[in-house]
């Protein structure tokens, strides 16, 4: 259906062949693609006699891709390809950059959309009870990904187009494309955002058109089965988009902090929930805090007009909250945030306002612990009775693994956590309780400040565990690598 050579397009390229010290050229590819042109057959109306509900929706199938093709030759022919010429001389100001920034990959998609016109144009016009066009939509859904990428990109190219429209000559070039009759009227940025309302568009009709062909049809079979890819690639879609703004959100935030590259605090799977002052409740008065809700941890700081500093964290999977009913002044603002590491008051503008922190951090702290319960009620494997390895250990159970030595003095003492009793001295060898894996990520912040060395840790890592404390901190050991570990993080010790 596609082959390999027609999604090229044009992207920006560096040159490799430079000078010594000399920076890399940004040069602008020639494009490959070969558009259709605006009064192609493929854009003339088909008649469809119309009999029923899905002939009806079959017609509107094929006008809605045939107007969609037209705008997206358009835009690419008028709007892009004479920017790319720009960039090339170097009018306006427009950069290779710029050019990549708003457009993407717009030309594999028209690529895409053209051959689709092509085989939807053919079926359609040649419309009868019997004609089919679900194995047309079944070869071309998975090709939808395309979109994805596009997607991802539309807020920066959105944010680029507008920037360059404070510059004149840009400017009075956009307006000059706009002011033709093949533009119908619209302006760059409808052009813009018709990719992404286009995926929406294809599962409503797909949907319906599917509804209305009954199930003992030979094209049934084909329209749910592509109805299915589609969904799929739709929600992978927006699940593209959403991660990609929450990374965007999340590094915003991060920004208001100093240091936050050295400390840690972007992370993966983090994200930013909320943020807001709240009083924190000290034994004499209370003071205004910063607090700042993420998808694992709770952090509070000092309020500034500039850069915050990195405060206080608190683990969510060891957090939770209780609610003060009315506070001495007849307030109902008030509610408690407890830890293994800090418990305090905190007083909330207003009811709505508390309200609000209670409900994201306990449901936050409760998808958590779904989440490690799922993990825990898997299947577990009993390890083997010579040498644990991560790749045959996947659950606590006792072995009779090798000693192992640590090499460093550890003694108790994390701070803000209870003291750990005895010590692990150099030579001691002291043999694993048993091998549990990791169901979270945990990377130790450089601004904690211990006395004792903590172990970094991905999620599914295999951790070999020498002391277990009430406190909740056990010694693990990973690799060639030894340290203090959250046991919260692991999975639950299966007893033998």
Same mark, same amino acid.
């Given at each position: 259906?596609?082959?390999?050579?027609?999604m090229?397009? !044009?992207? @920006?390229?560096?040159?490799?062949k430079? +000078?010594? =010290?000399?920076? #890399? $050229?940004?040069?602008?590819?020639?494009?490959?693609?070969?558009?259709?042109?605006l009064d192609?057959?493929?854009?003339?109306?088909?008649?469809?006699?119309?009999?029923?509900?899905?002939?009806?929706?079959?017609?509107?199938i094929?006008?809605?891709?045939?107007?969609?093709?037209?705008?997206?030759?358009?835009?690419?022919?008028?709007?892009?390809? !004479?920017? @790319?010429?720009?960039a090339?001389?170097? +009018?306006? =100001?427009?950069? #290779? $950059?710029h050019?990549?920034?708003?457009?993407s990959n717009?030309?594999?998609?028209?690529?895409?959309?053209?051959?689709?016109l092509?085989?939807l144009?053919?079926?359609i016009?040649?419309?009868?009870?019997?004609?089919?066009?679900?194995d047309?939509?079944s070869?071309?859904t998975?090709?939808?990904g395309?979109?994805t990428?596009?997607?991802?990109?539309f807020?920066?190219?959105?944010?680029?187009?507008?920037?360059l429209?404070e510059?004149?000559?840009?400017?009075?070039?956009?307006?000059?494309v706009?002011?033709?009759?093949?533009c119908l009227?619209?302006a760059?940025?409808?052009?813009?955002?018709m990719?992404?309302?286009?995926?929406?568009?294809?599962?409503?009709?797909?949907?319906?058109?599917?509804?209305?062909?009954?199930p003992d049809?030979?094209?049934?079979?084909?329209?749910?089965?592509?109805?299915?890819?589609l969904l799929?690639v739709?929600g992978?879609?927006?699940?593209a988009?959403?991660?990609?703004?929450?990374?965007q959100?999340?590094?915003?935030?991060?920004?208001?902090?100093?240091g936050?590259?050295?400390?840690?605090?972007?992370?993966p799977?983090r994200s930013?929930?909320?943020?807001?002052?709240l009083?924190?409740?000290?034994?004499?008065?209370?003071?205004?805090?910063t607090f700042?809700?993420?998808?694992?941890?709770?952090?509070?700081?000092?309020?500034?007009s500039g850069?915050y500093?990195?405060?206080?964290?608190?683990?969510?999977n060891?957090?939770?909250?209780?609610?003060?009913?009315?506070?001495?002044?007849?307030?109902?603002?008030?509610?408690?945030i407890?830890?293994?590491?800090?418990?305090?008051?905190?007083?909330?503008?207003?009811?709505?306002?508390?309200?609000?922190?209670?409900?994201?951090?306990?449901q936050?702290?409760?998808?958590?612990?779904?989440?490690a319960?799922s993990f825990?009620?898997?299947?577990?494997?009993?390890?083997?009775?010579?040498v644990a390895?991560?790749?045959?250990?996947k659950?606590?159970?006792?072995?009779?693994?090798?000693?192992v030595?640590?090499?460093?003095?550890?003694?108790?003492g994390?701070?803000g956590?209870?003291?750990?009793?005895?010590?692990?001295?150099?030579?001691?060898?002291v043999p694993p309780?048993?091998?549990?894996?990791?169901?979270?990520?945990y990377q130790?912040?450089s601004?904690?400040?211990?006395?004792t060395?903590?172990?970094?840790?991905?999620?599914?890592?295999?951790?070999?565990?020498?002391?277990?404390d009430?406190?909740?901190?056990?010694?693990?050991?990973?690799g060639?690598?030894?340290?203090?570990?959250?046991?919260?993080?692991?999975?639950?010790?299966?007893?033998?």
């Amino acid at each position: 259906f596609l082959a390999a050579e027609d999604m090229a397009s !044009p992207h @920006v390229k560096r040159s490799s062949k430079k +000078k010594k =010290g000399e920076k #890399p $050229v940004q040069q602008v590819s020639t494009s490959t693609l070969s558009l259709l042109p605006l009064d192609s057959p493929f854009f003339q109306k088909v008649s469809v006699e119309i009999h029923s509900r899905r002939d009806r929706i079959v017609e509107e199938i094929l006008l809605t891709e045939q107007s969609y093709v037209r705008s997206m030759v358009f835009f690419v022919r008028y709007f892009k390809q !004479p920017l @790319v010429q720009h960039a090339i001389s170097g +009018k306006m =100001g427009v950069t #290779p $950059v710029h050019l990549q920034q708003i457009f993407s990959n717009i030309e594999d998609i028209v690529n895409l959309n053209q051959r689709l016109l092509e085989q939807l144009h053919a079926r359609i016009s040649d419309w009868s009870d019997t004609q089919k066009i679900g194995d047309v939509f079944s070869t071309m859904t998975p090709f939808l990904g395309l979109y994805t990428l596009y997607s991802i990109n539309f807020d920066t190219a959105n944010s680029v187009y507008k920037e360059l429209m404070e510059r004149k000559d840009f400017r009075s070039f956009i307006e000059e494309v706009q002011e033709k009759t093949e533009c119908l009227g619209l302006a760059f940025g409808a052009y813009l955002i018709m990719p992404i309302q286009r995926i929406p568009r294809y599962r409503m009709l797909m949907e319906d058109f599917l509804k209305n062909t009954s199930p003992d049809h030979e094209d049934h079979p084909k329209l749910a089965s592509a109805l299915a890819v589609l969904l799929n690639v739709a929600g992978k879609v927006n699940e593209a988009v959403a991660e990609a703004e929450n990374r965007q959100k999340m590094l915003n935030v991060a920004k208001k902090f100093e240091g936050y590259k050295e400390q840690g605090l972007i992370t993966p799977g983090r994200s930013f929930i909320m943020e807001g002052d709240l009083h924190k409740v000290c034994r004499k008065d209370s003071k205004k805090r910063t607090f700042f809700l993420f998808s694992d941890i709770l952090l509070y700081t000092n309020p500034s007009s500039g850069k915050y500093k990195i405060g206080t964290i608190l683990q969510l999977n060891q957090v939770s909250v209780e609610d003060v009913p009315e506070d001495t002044k007849g307030a109902n603002c008030t509610f408690q945030i407890k830890s293994n590491t800090k418990s305090f008051s905190a007083i909330a503008p207003t009811p709505e306002d508390k309200a609000k922190w209670m409900t994201a951090i306990t449901q936050r702290v409760d998808e958590m612990a779904a989440k490690a319960n799922s993990f825990i009620q898997k299947k577990t494997v009993e390890a083997p009775a010579s040498v644990a390895t991560d790749n045959e250990v996947k659950a606590c159970a006792v072995t009779s693994a090798p000693k192992v030595t640590i090499t460093n003095k550890r003694q108790g003492g994390v701070a803000g956590i209870a003291s750990f009793e005895g010590s692990v001295s150099e030579t001691e060898e002291v043999p694993p309780i048993c091998v549990l894996e990791a169901l979270f990520d945990y990377q130790p912040a450089s601004n904690e400040m211990t006395t004792t060395t903590r172990l970094p840790f991905k999620q599914g890592d295999a951790l070999s565990i020498l002391r277990q404390d009430s406190s909740g901190w056990w010694l693990a050991e990973m690799g060639d690598s030894i340290g203090w570990v959250p046991a919260s993080y692991l999975e639950e010790p299966i007893k033998l």
